[in-house]
């Protein structure tokens, strides 16, 4: 069995050929040579791919670096689980991730791990082989044209027509990609460009200069001022945290900011970890499927602070009355986000961890402190919402619930990496499972199916000496599962856990709510393989759990296995996932909340006149002194 292995530090040169990282010293290489040899001045330690024909002079190259020492290339079995898995490593760790696609069909493979990058902001640079420059455009065999293809769902792009220009390409690509907001970058290859040789002068990270492109980092202060001021007199305040906060390592001062104005904070899906959801100021996810504490704050506030988040529908709902009697602040690297879903009060463009460094430090200079009890009410009106609509763990007497199978994953994993595909099971793992930044990794803007394992792999990958569990669905970890196999070569120990309910979940939940009950082309159980047989034809230990008394066990020796472990984990299969607010509706207007206790209603009563004790209505007589009431 393979292994992942640490790659050594960076060296100055490829011992194979001298190459010497001074710019003066010119010397004669491969197109294919100068891109292996700039990601390596790039740092990147491991990329994940599949060869064909036009990519193979990059491979041939490849193959020399990986007997070097400098790089790892983990070959996976399809490549969209190449993609997933460079988005999951980037998401682990915040470095860029990388992949490698041949032309034709290996690139269009790619696409859909790269749409969903794009949506959530993750920097990657994905390098594909082309057919030769001569023969672009003339329909050659596995001729696609992928830079026309990605230009919707990529930060930029780039044709290489000219070996020359490879390193300053790569070095561009990579500072797009990991600057302002986060995304993808594609670089296409020809064949011939890989194997023609010139004159190689290197291109050193850092070094690249784009007159055209310089996002804007540090707030506009008279902006940053307002912000302040209207933070000191909010009496409703909430800070709405989304995925720029993670993007933006900003979690120390989203907290500091939280604690100094006693401010409760909510996450969308992209945000979740931002912020200690254990701390007592946390009231979790908002949207669709967040808590119902969440969504009545977001409609109630009378200030919301958007940090790093973009109002988009599935957190909104229904945008026009979504913290419709609040002023707003919104922070953002991004312009286009500013103002584009709602009209911010103070818009702040700007790197959302120098943007609040620039506050709190505004703040701190005023000498004025903060109102230790501006928020007090706010805070128990919420902690009674917390109360009285709590998230709900449901046990039944013959069969696992959902909820309860993720509850314990996370009580005997609570800083593990975790990654979902895409449905119910996802929201369930969004509502109940507490972990710190980075260690959240999910598909949210595009909600790709087959995300889950691929992206848990690339994590794993990153972050070796961290566990890595990823919560799948039977219908979502079908669209990937060539993957175990990436896994068993590789032994890339990531434990996966079906919530198998026999469904597309999500799909069979909006069926019976908003369909009719008809359940079309959504129940998977007829033909559900046997996932515990499918990993042990890979080698790879497989096992199924049915009953509560066997849980808690099963989850620790999926745990302690060292080695990759699948799990499938059958649940109750009509399970619904709630809160859920329905398409078009305002937040609070949420179904599936548990019903609160009834208030306790005074209760008339009679005071006899003679000798003043407390009767009930009831009573026709006092039984005291016995005088007619």
Not at 5 to 32: D, H, N, R
Not at 418 to 423: A, E, H, K, L
Not at 478 to 506: F, P, R, S
Not at 602 to 614: R, S
Request: proline letters at 7%.
């Amino acid at each position: 069995m393979s292994q992942v292995l640490p790659v050594p530090p960076q060296t100055a040169a490829l011992p194979q050929t001298g190459l010497s990282a001074s710019p003066e010293a010119a010397v004669q290489v491969t197109g294919a040579f100068a891109l292996i040899d700039s990601l390596r001045r790039h740092c990147v330690k491991h990329i994940f791919g599949y060869p064909g024909g036009a990519i193979l002079p990059i491979y041939d190259e490849l193959y020399r670096a990986e007997a070097a020492g400098f790089i790892q290339h983990i070959l996976v079995r399809h490549e969209q689980g190449a993609t997933h898995a460079a988005d999951g490593y980037a998401r682990a760790t915040g470095q860029v991730g990388v992949c490698f696609g041949t032309s034709g069909p290996g690139a269009t493979n790619l696409v859909t791990g790269i749409a969903t990058a794009q949506m959530d902001s993750i920097p990657m640079v994905i390098i594909t082989g082309q057919v030769s420059r001569a023969a672009i455009g003339s329909d050659a065999f596995q001729e696609t044209d992928i830079y026309g293809i990605t230009l919707p769902i990529v930060k930029h792009s780039y044709v290489v027509r000219d070996p020359k220009d490879m390193a300053r390409i790569v070095a561009e690509a990579f500072h797009i990609a990991s600057s302002g907001r986060p995304g993808p970058v594609l670089i296409d290859v020809p064949k011939d460009v890989g194997t023609e040789k010139f004159d190689y002068v290197p291109v050193e990270p850092g070094t690249v200069k784009l007159p055209g492109y310089r996002p804007t980092v540090k707030g506009n202060p008279r902006q940053v001022v307002q912000a302040i001021k209207l933070i000191r007199q909010a009496r409703r305040p909430l800070l709405y945290v989304g995925g720029g906060a993670i993007a933006s390592a900003a979690h120390a001062e989203i907290q500091e900011l939280a604690e100094r104005y006693h401010i409760p904070v909510t996450t969308t899906l992209m945000g979740i970890g931002a912020f200690d959801e254990n701390h007592p100021l946390s009231v979790g996810m908002l949207g669709m499927h967040g808590t119902a504490y969440a969504n009545f704050a977001v409609t109630e506030c009378d200030l919301l602070i958007a940090v790093g988040a973009r109002f988009d529908d599935r957190v909104a709902g229904k945008l026009d009355e979504f913290a419709a009697r609040a002023k707003v602040i919104h922070i953002d690297i991004d312009p286009a986000e500013v103002g584009k879903n709602r009209v911010p009060e103070v818009p702040i463009v700007g790197d959302v961890k120098r943007v609040l460094t620039d506050l709190l430090q505004h703040d701190a200079k005023s000498g004025t402190p903060a109102n230790p009890n501006q928020t007090q009410d706010w805070l128990q009106r919420i902690a009674r919402w917390r109360q009285d609509y709590p998230l709900v763990v449901p046990s039944y007497p013959e069969v696992l619930s959902p909820q309860e199978v993720i509850v314990e994953i996370g009580r005997q994993a609570p800083d593990a990496v975790y990654t979902t595909d895409v449905g119910q099971h996802q929201m369930w793992a969004a509502q109940f499972l507490k972990n710190g930044p980075r260690r959240w990794i999910s598909s949210a803007g595009l909600g790709t199916m087959g995300f889950g394992m691929p992206a848990a792999m690339g994590a794993k990958v990153a972050v070796p000496d961290q566990e890595v569990i990823c919560i799948s669905g039977d219908a979502s970890f079908q669209m990937n599962l060539q993957e175990l196999g990436t896994l068993a070569q590789y032994g890339i120990n990531v434990k996966t856990v079906i919530i198998n309910n026999g469904w597309q979940g999500m799909v069979r939940q909006w069926q019976e709510a908003f369909y009719g009950e008809r359940y079309s082309s959504s129940n998977m159980a007829p033909s559900m393989p046997n996932f515990e047989l499918l990993a042990q034809a890979y080698g790879i230990k497989g096992m199924v759990v049915r009953r509560r008394e066997d849980l808690a066990d099963a989850i620790a020796e999926m745990l302690a296995h060292d080695g990759p472990v699948l799990m499938d984990a059958q649940v109750k299969r009509d399970e619904n996932c709630y809160p859920m607010v329905a398409p078009g509706k305002s937040n609070a207007q949420m179904v599936g909340l548990p019903t609160p206790p009834a208030p306790e209603i005074p209760v008339a009563t009679i005071t006899c006149t003679n000798c003043g004790a407390v009767n009930a209505p009831s009573h026709k007589f006092c039984p005291e002194c016995g005088v007619k009431l």
